[in-house]
């Protein structure tokens, strides 16, 4: 009867942890960067009035062949450099899940970063 009783209780914890992470899954937004001009020039501004969480996905679309997109730290969004071992992508259709605090993202082609093609978020 004991022994019964501990199988319940392991199940039911079993399906209180699925419906947990299910929720926090559900909780995620997915947000296209640029908007529907996509991973561009002067992006900076479209995050004005977005709230972000830790796990939203940002979807980058861009062409490959003149575009990427660079993960980077302060310093390398504020002097549009990519620091050595840096990920970069490259599919022209990129999906990363934000972190929770501040990820900066450059396009590391020449002058691209430097004319705008950043943008730096804070996920909460």
């Not at 947990?20 to 960067?33: E, G, I, N, P, R």
């Not at 062409?63 to 990519?82: Q, R």
């Amino acid at each position: 009867m004991a022994l019964q009783g501990r199988g319940n209780a392991m199940i039911a914890t079993v399906l209180l942890c699925m419906l947990l992470l299910h929720f926090d899954m559900a909780q995620a937004a997915t947000y296209t960067v640029g908007g529907s001009g996509g991973w561009s020039f002067n992006v900076g501004g479209w995050t004005k009035g977005k709230r972000f969480k830790a796990g939203d996905i940002l979807i980058f679309n861009y062409s490959p062949s003149i575009h990427n997109v660079v993960a980077v730290s302060k310093a390398g969004y504020d002097t549009c450099t990519t620091p050595k071992g840096a990920k970069v992508y490259k599919s022209g259709k990129d999906q990363i899940k934000l972190v929770k605090g501040k990820n900066y993202f450059i396009c590391s082609f020449s002058g691209h970063c430097q004319g705008g093609m950043k943008v730096a978020i804070t996920a909460v």
